[in-house]
């Protein structure tokens, strides 16, 4: 029997006229994935979204690391807010799960404790002179490709099923622990049955892989990664992730959270350089998706466009299996179309199996 | 009796965090810090529920509550209602309001956490810029980050038009007026004066170890050095 308990689990989402606000992980390792999210959502839906200049970061890590106080990140909270209020927008758009749970938190804590926004509104005057407005809506990015995942199918050049056998690719998926662990009424499907990530994929005709640690944190755990001495916690809890789903055999991984799409693809080279245990088909990794480079495929997009070149695991796999053309040999281009050198060959991408043997060894 | 405890309340996320534990240990099944470290969550909360000031000292001057990664996992488990992840961040920043985190070897990374990130907060309000995440301390972050990292600008040139410059766009530099208004904003709301205490106390404990202050050295040392007696 199919579940649809996720339905229990719904929440308004705004159609159209979006504040975007950035994340410092997202921009860091996946800008062709900001990009390609505003001109989905911009060129190919017609949708109004503002990418405004002057917003910063959250300050989530540094809060979530315990650096930055409560009282801190509510007054950057609350400028970001009122940023967009002063754009003419009421509708807030995280590209950031620690981000969007941080906007989650503090919304939910100005209602709890009145006190804690009436102090934030104070501080925010004293340091900006601005005045706090709330948005009316607050949405991840990823539940805004939810909310338009039909229009996306409708303008689909690829869908994801094997091109050669006319299978659905199974895919794993990863909602990330801040998009629905914190507040479950604001993510789609809450955090038992997560489903912003599986209804695009079905949408676009794959096949979403139950594992039994679908639910478990891909190992950030902010100081836990942060600090070189605490790695060795990040990295167990994505290999107890990886080990999980191994046996289902997922042709591609896509993540909610910016985090969790980079530490997914990076602990599987660190794993196959230290162990030699690499998780995907063919002795290579498994390739990690976030969801704007996952619509972007579907939407006819170029790969190295979305920034798929950015990956430590080879994406060209998973490539050919949709039938996505690209040339091999733009992919390590620069910005004037200029070869700037590639990357070392690494054991995850399996270009020579004498390299593993030579690491057990 | 309960000194501490009355500090911790301060804090709305204990008020959030606890009610009343009845201690079934589900929030430890779930937390993926307590399969890794020899980490109790459930033991943190009933401690703290006892009011006990010299069992909630230990544990503000200890190694475990330094364990748990914030996933908050533990949240919607809890049969309760409570969420030993909030009752963690309100231990944490009392432990460092009074300087007892730099009576543990995990707390006083506190201070490479400091400079890591909330110095890059103030310097280019990101939590992280690409040119903060040095291979030499990444070896983690693969053969692909590095050749991103030496072609930063060919590599992001092609997917924004204002990399490290004023504009719309990824990893865009922060206008200055931005960036006076955060400055600001951790003036007034408390930030700076966090940021200095950990400074402080980190120095204290840096010259008690043998150090010549909260130097690099040391910062670096509480960044990379690792007992094994966590586990």
Redesign the interface.
């Known amino acids: 029997m199919r579940r649809t308990s996720w339905q229990e689990y719904q929440k308004d989402i705004a159609s159209d006229k979006y504040y975007y606000a950035?994340s410092?992980?997202r921009?860091?390792f996946f800008?062709?994935s900001?990009?390609a999210f505003l001109n989905i959502l911009g060129r190919d839906l017609g949708i109004d979204i503002f990418?405004?200049?002057?917003?910063?970061?959250c300050?989530?890590?540094?809060y979530?690391?315990?650096?930055?106080?409560?009282?801190?990140i509510?007054?950057?909270v609350a400028?970001q807010f009122s940023l967009m209020a002063e754009a003419g927008y009421e509708n807030f758009i995280s590209s950031c799960i620690t981000s969007f749970?941080i906007y989650n938190e503090v919304l939910a804590?100005w209602k709890?404790?009145p006190e804690?926004e009436e102090r934030t509104r104070k501080?925010?005057k004293?340091?900006?002179g601005r005045d706090l407005v709330k948005p009316r809506s607050i949405a991840h990015t990823s539940d805004i490709i939810f909310h338009h995942r039909e229009a996306i199918a409708r303008k689909a050049k690829h869908r994801l099923v094997n091109s050669h056998t006319g299978e659905p690719l199974r895919v794993v998926e990863h909602i990330g622990?801040?998009y629905?662990?914190?507040f479950?009424k604001s993510g789609i499907g809450?955090?038992?049955f997560p489903y912003v990530l599986a209804g695009m994929i079905e949408t676009w005709g794959g096949d979403v892989v139950d594992y039994p640690e679908r639910?478990?944190?891909c190992?950030?755990?902010?100081?836990?990664y942060?600090?070189?001495?605490?790695?060795?916690?990040s990295?167990?809890?994505s290999h107890?992730k990886l080990e999980s789903m191994a046996p289902y055999k997922p042709d591609f991984i896509v993540a909610n959270c910016p985090g969790c799409a980079m530490f997914l693809d990076?602990?599987q080279?660190?794993i196959a350089e230290m162990e030699g245990m690499t998780y995907g088909a063919d002795g290579r990794g498994i390739p990690v998706l976030t969801y704007e480079e996952m619509a972007g495929l579907v939407l006819g997009y170029d790969p190295w466009?979305l920034?798929m070149?950015?990956?430590?695991v080879d994406v060209e796999p998973l490539l050919d299996k949709l039938g996505v053309e690209y040339s091999p040999e733009a992919k390590?281009?620069?910005?004037?179309g200029?070869y700037?050198?590639?990357?070392?060959?690494?054991a995850?991408n399996c270009f020579d199996r004498r390299r593993i043997y030579e690491i057990k060894r | 009796m309960g000194k501490y405890f009355d500090m911790l309340a301060e804090d709305v996320r204990l008020h959030e965090g606890l009610k009343a534990c009845m201690n079934c240990g589900v929030c430890t099944a779930v937390c993926p810090a307590a399969e890794f470290y020899n980490y109790d969550p459930r033991q943190i909360v009933a401690i703290v529920q006892t009011r006990d000031d010299e069992e909630i000292e230990r544990l503000l001057k200890g190694e475990a509550i330094w364990y748990c990664g914030e996933c908050m996992s533990c949240r919607p488990r809890c049969p309760r209602g409570n969420t030993p992840g909030y009752v963690i961040q309100a231990l944490r920043t009392l432990s460092q309001k009074l300087g007892f985190f730099v009576e543990s070897e995990k707390g006083r990374q506190q201070l490479a956490l400091k400079r890591l990130i909330g110095d890059n907060i103030l310097a280019t309000g990101y939590c992280l810029t690409p040119r903060n995440i040095l291979p030499e301390l990444h070896p983690e972050q693969g053969a692909v980050w590095e050749w991103i990292y030496e072609n930063d600008e060919d590599v992001y040139g092609r997917f924004s038009d204002v990399y490290r410059r004023e504009g719309a766009g990824a990893l865009r530099r922060i206008d200055d007026a931005s960036m006076r208004e955060i400055h600001r904003i951790f003036e007034v709301s408390g930030g700076n004066d966090f940021f200095d205490t950990i400074e402080q106390h980190s120095d204290r404990k840096a010259r008690e170890m043998g150090y010549d202050g909260a130097t690099e050295e040391y910062m670096m040392q509480t960044y990379t050095y690792n007992s094994e007696n966590h586990y």
Not at chain 1, 59 to 62: R, V
Not at chain 1, 219 to 224: I, K, L, Q, S, V
Not at chain 1, 226 to 233: I, P
Request: proline fraction near 5%.
């Open positions: 950035r410092c992980i921009q860091n800008p062709g900001e990009r990418d405004d200049p002057l917003h910063t970061s300050t989530g890590i540094g979530h690391s315990d650096v930055v106080p409560l009282e801190t509510m007054t950057v400028r749970g804590t709890e404790f804690t501080y925010l004293e340091a900006t622990c801040h629905a662990k914190i479950p809450g955090s038992e639910r478990h944190c190992g950030f755990g902010f100081r836990n942060l600090v070189q001495a605490n790695r060795g916690s990295v167990a809890n107890k990076k602990w080279y660190a466009e920034g070149q950015m990956h430590q390590y281009l620069g910005a004037n200029k700037i050198g590639k990357p070392a060959d690494v995850v």
